[in-house]
C-alpha cells in the first residue's frame, strides 16, 4: 500500500507539468497582431480628422508609432491610439506601427484625400416623352470624393431660353420625371449636381420637343357594307372642325376568342378585312389616330357567326375532345407510377436506413458503408482533411472540389456569434499574391460528427456557390478542420466578413441598444430595395429562400445589405413551386397562407416574407404579430387581418406591405416591382442634409462593438422557439378550405391509426401549433 502511494506522487507531478506546458504553448508570444487598422477617407480641406489603430499581443504592452508619409509623428502611445489631426491640404498617406518586446508589426497604408466640388454629369438624356412630361436621365460625374446628395435640373422653352422650372431630384437615381409640360412645345433641359463642398457648372441644354395631344373624338356607327368576298366596314369619320387634332388616321382593331387577331390603319372611313374566321364571332372597334396616339375607342360592334353563314353556325368539330382526354390519362398514369416509386424508395429507407444507394443493373441495392471512427492502438492520428474523409454525396464533392480552401491558408480569430448548431468566427485568409483578407468562418460544433449533419452544412454552401449578386451573400470557399482520435473532420463554410452583422441585430440596436441613433426613411428604404433586388436576382435563378428575414439578411460596412442564410432554400428544376415533403422547423409569423396551409413554396411566398421583413425594417425590429400565438396565426391571416400600419410608415410603403399579403399568391407583386416602386418612393423623398447622408450612418464606436455581437452573423438555430414550429396547416373557414398533403410517414403509414384515432386523416400545423406535436425530416 505504502508503495503504491508513493508511486501516485510522481505521477500527479507529471501530469501537472504536462498542464502547465499545454498552457505555455497556447499562449505562444510573438509581435503584436493588428486587430483595428487606418482606414481610407475623404476629408475637407484643413478640416481635423482622427485615426485610429489598435493591436494586441502577448506580450503586453504593445505600443503603437504613427507614420504621416515617410515621417513620424506624434509620441508612441500604448494601444489602442487615436491620432488627432488639425487638418491637410492635399492628399496624404498614414500608417502605424506596433511594438512589443519581441518586435514591431507595420499596419495597412491608409489614404487620406480630399474633398473638392463634383464634376457635371454626363451623358443627359430625355426619354419617354408624352404631351406633358418627359423622363432626364444622366450619368453623375467625378464625385468630388464626397457623396452627391442632390442634382438640380433646370427645364426652359426653346429658343428664347425662358426657365420655366427648376427642379431639385435627391439621388441616387439619377433620373427625373419632368412633369406639367405644355403639348407640342420645344423645351430643353440642363443639369447640375452637388455635394458637400458645392455644386457642379451646368450641362450644355438638351433639347426635345413634346408631343401633341391625343385625339378626344371617337368614331360613331361602325356598320358592314359588304360582306362576299371580303368583309368592308364603315363608320362616321370625325368633322376637320370638330378634330382639332393632327390626324393621321383611323385605326381598327378585331378580336376573336377574345385575343386581338389584327389591326390595321386607314386613312379613309372605310376598311377591308380579308383576315378574320367567318366561322367565329367578331368583334371590331375603331379609334382616331395621331403623332400621340390613339383617341378613345369606338363602341364595341359585333358581327355574329351566323350572320355570315346564312343563318347556320357551323358546329365545333366532334373530336376536339381526343387530345384533352389523352392528356389527363397520360396524366394520371404518370402519377400512379411516380407514388409507387416514391413508395417503395420510402420503405426502403425506412428498413434499413440510409446505407443503400443507387440500385445498380439488375434491380438490387448497392450497399455503401463508411466507419465513421477507426482506432490506432499506437497513439491519435489526423483523419485527412478531404472532401472524400467526410461521406458526403458525389454530386456534392463535385459541386465543392474548385471552392476547397486549405486549413493552413487562414487564421481563425475572435468568436463572433454562436448557436444550437455551431459557431461562427472572424478569420484571416491568405489570398495568392501573400495580402489577408478579413472573413467570417460558419463551422458545425465539433460533437456534430456524422456524415448527414455534415452533408446539409454543405449543401448550403453549394447553394451558395452558384450566386454572384452584389446584395446576396457569396461563397469564397469551404475547409475542413482536421481532428484526432479518428473523427470525422469539423466542416467550415468561409464567407464574407459583415462588420454591422445581421440587419434584424442592427435595427433593434438602433432602437433600444445602450447608445440609440437616428435611420433616416431613406436608409430603411435603402435596405428594403437592397433586399428587393438580392430576391429578384434569386427568384431569377429559380431559387425559393423560405426563410427570408430581417434576421437572414446581412449589413456590411458601406451599410449595403446581402441576403444569406440559405440552409432552407431550395432550386425549381421545373414548374413553378416548391412542395415542403415533410414537416421541418420553419418560420411561422413569416409564412405565407399557402405554405401554412398546403406546404407549398413559391417566389409567391417568398414575396409575402419580403413584406414582414419590411414590416421589420420600419418598426426597427419590432417582432411581428406581438401577442399573438404561433398557433393563432394562420385563422388570424385567414379571417383578413394583416400586419398593423407602423406610426411612422408611409402610406405608398405599407401600400406595398398590403400587396405582398394578398390571399391570391399569383397577384403579388414580383420583385423587381417591388424594387422599382421602392426605388421611386425613395426618390421622391426630400433631400437629405449631409449630416444625414443615408448612406453613411454613424453609429459610433459602441455601436460598432455590439455590431459584433454573438447571432449577427450566419444563425445556427437561434431562432426564437415561439418562431419556429413543424409542418404544414389544414382549416375550414367560411368560404373555403385549405388542404394538407401527408407529412413524413414512416412504416405504420398503411393500416394504421394516428394516435387520434382518425384513420388516415393527415395532421395540420393548427393541430401541431396546439399540441406542440409534429414529426421532423
Known amino acids: 500500500m505504502e508503495l503504491k502511494r508513493s508511486m501516485a506522487i510522481p505521477r500527479l507531478l507529471v501530469l501537472g507539468l504536462w498542464a502547465a506546458a499545454l498552457r505555455d504553448i497556447a499562449a505562444v508570444a510573438g509581435v503584436p497582431y493588428f486587430t483595428v487598422e487606418p482606414e481610407d477617407v475623404s ?310 436506413g440510409h446505407a443503400f444507394g443507387s440500385v445498380v443493373g439488375r434491380g438490387d441495392p448497392a450497399v455503401h458503408f463508411r466507419a465513421a471512427r477507426s482506432f490506432n492502438r499506437e497513439g491519435p492520428e489526423l483523419i485527412e482533411a478531404t472532401l472524400e474523409s467526410v461521406g458526403i454525396s458525389d454530386e456534392l464533392k463535385t459541386k465543392l472540389k474548385d471552392v476547397l480552401i486549405q486549413e493552413q491558408q487562414f487564421t481563425l480569430g475572435r468568436m463572433l456569434g454562436k448557436g444550437e448548431f455551431g459557431s461562427v468566427r472572424e478569420a484571416l485568409l491568405k489570398l495568392d499574391d501573400g495580402s489577408f483578407q478579413k472573413v467570417a468562418v460558419k463551422m458545425l460544433k465539433a460533437d456534430i460528427f456524422t456524415s448527414t449533419d455534415i452533408e446539409e452544412f454543405l449543401r448550403e454552401a453549394a447553394c451558395m456557390k452558384e450566386f454572384d449578386h452584389p446584395h446576396v451573400t457569396k461563397l469564397i470557399g469551404v475547409s475542413l478542420r482536421s481532428r484526432p482520435k479518428g473523427r470525422l473532420p469539423i466542416p467550415m463554410v468561409i464567407l464574407p466578413f459583415m462588420k454591422h452583422g445581421d440587419l434584424h441585430a442592427f435595427l433593434l440596436m438602433s432602437r433600444i441598444g445602450e447608445n440609440p441613433f437616428n435611420l433616416p426613411v431613406q436608409t430603411l428604404l435603402k435596405f428594403m430595395i437592397d433586399i428587393a433586388s438580392g430576391m429578384e436576382y434569386l427568384s431569377s435563378k429559380n431559387f425559393i429562400h423560405r426563410d427570408l428575414a430581417a434576421r437572414n439578411c446581412m449589413l456590411d460596412e458601406n451599410m449595403n445589405v446581402s441576403v444569406a442564410d440559405f440552409g432552407l432554400s431550395k432550386k425549381i428544376y421545373s414548374g413553378d413551386y416548391y412542395r415542403q415533403g415533410c414537416a421541418s422547423k420553419l418560420p411561422v409569423k413569416w409564412l405565407a397562407l399557402e405554405s401554412l396551409a398546403d406546404n407549398l413554396y413559391t417566389t409567391h411566398s417568398d414575396v409575402w416574407a419580403f413584406g414582414v421583413t419590411m414590416w421589420e425594417i420600419v418598426t426597427r425590429g419590432q417582432t411581428p404579430y406581438a401577442g399573438i400565438e404561433n398557433a393563432e396565426i394562420y385563422n388570424y391571416l385567414i379571417s383578413g387581418n394583416r400586419l398593423k400600419q407602423p406610426p411612422e410608415c408611409l402610406e405608398d410603403v405599407y401600400d406595398l406591405m398590403c400587396r405582398c399579403w394578398h390571399p391570391e399568391p399569383k397577384l403579388r407583386p414580383s420583385f423587381g416591382v417591388l424594387r422599382s416602386q421602392l426605388e421611386m418612393i425613395r426618390g421622391r423623398m426630400s433631400t437629405l442634409s449631409s449630416s444625414l447622408d443615408p448612406l453613411y450612418v454613424n453609429i459610433g464606436k459602441d455601436e460598432e462593438a455590439s455590431a459584433s455581437d454573438p447571432a449577427l452573423h450566419a444563425s445556427f438555430g437561434n431562432m426564437d422557439a415561439e418562431e419556429t414550429v413543424a409542418g404544414a396547416a389544414a382549416a375550414v373557414t367560411s368560404d373555403y378550405r385549405y388542404i394538407m398533403t401527408p407529412l413524413c410517414l414512416g412504416d405504420d403509414a398503411e393500416g394504421e391509426r394516428h394516435p387520434d384515432g382518425q384513420e388516415g386523416e393527415d395532421k395540420s400545423l393548427l393541430y401541431e401549433l396546439e399540441t406542440g406535436g409534429g414529426k421532423s425530416c
Open 43 to 352: 476629408v475637407s480641406p484643413n478640416a481635423p480628422f482622427h485615426m485610429a489603430c489598435a493591436a494586441v499581443g502577448p506580450p503586453e504592452p504593445v505600443t503603437i508609432v504613427w507614420w504621416m508619409g515617410d515621417s513620424r509623428v506624434g509620441l508612441p502611445d500604448i494601444s489602442p491610439s487615436i491620432l488627432n489631426v488639425s487638418g491637410i491640404n492635399q492628399s496624404t498617406v498614414f500608417s502605424c506601427e506596433a511594438h512589443n518586446v519581441k518586435g514591431l508589426s507595420s499596419s495597412r497604408t491608409a489614404t487620406v484625400q480630399i474633398k473638392a466640388m463634383p464634376l457635371p454629369p454626363l451623358n443627359v438624356t430625355v426619354s419617354q416623352v408624352t404631351s406633358s412630361n418627359a423622363s432626364v436621365v444622366w450619368i453623375p460625374g467625378f464625385d468630388g470624393r464626397a457623396p452627391l446628395h442632390s442634382c438640380t435640373l433646370q427645364v426652359a422653352e426653346s429658343p428664347d431660353g425662358e426657365e420655366v422650372s427648376t427642379e431639385i431630384a435627391p439621388v441616387p437615381p439619377f433620373a427625373y420625371g419632368v412633369q406639367g409640360l405644355k403639348h407640342s412645345t420645344n423645351y430643353s433641359v440642363r443639369v447640375q449636381c452637388s455635394n458637400e463642398m458645392g455644386s457642379s457648372p451646368f450641362t450644355d441644354r438638351v433639347y426635345f420637343q413634346t408631343l401633341e395631344l391625343a385625339p378626344s373624338s371617337t368614331p360613331q356607327n361602325i356598320h358592314v357594307i359588304q360582306r362576299d368576298p371580303g368583309l368592308i366596314l364603315e363608320w362616321e369619320g370625325v368633322a376637320p372642325d370638330v378634330l382639332k387634332e393632327n390626324v393621321l388616321g383611323y385605326r381598327l382593331e378585331w378580336i376573336q376568342d377574345n385575343v386581338t387577331q389584327g389591326e390595321m390603319i386607314v386613312q379613309d372611313t372605310k376598311a377591308n378585312l380579308t383576315t378574320w374566321n367567318p366561322l367565329k364571332d367578331l368583334i371590331i372597334r375603331v379609334c382616331v389616330l395621331n403623332s400621340a396616339g390613339c383617341g378613345p375607342w369606338s363602341d364595341l360592334f359585333l358581327l355574329e357567326a351566323q350572320e355570315v353563314m346564312g343563318g347556320q353556325r357551323q358546329p365545333p368539330y366532334g373530336t376536339s375532345w381526343v387530345p384533352v382526354a389523352l392528356g389527363i390519362l397520360t396524366a394520371l398514369v404518370t402519377a400512379v407510377a411516380l407514388a409507387l416509386i416514391l413508395l417503395r424508395k420510402r420503405r426502403k429507407e425506412t428498413r434499413f
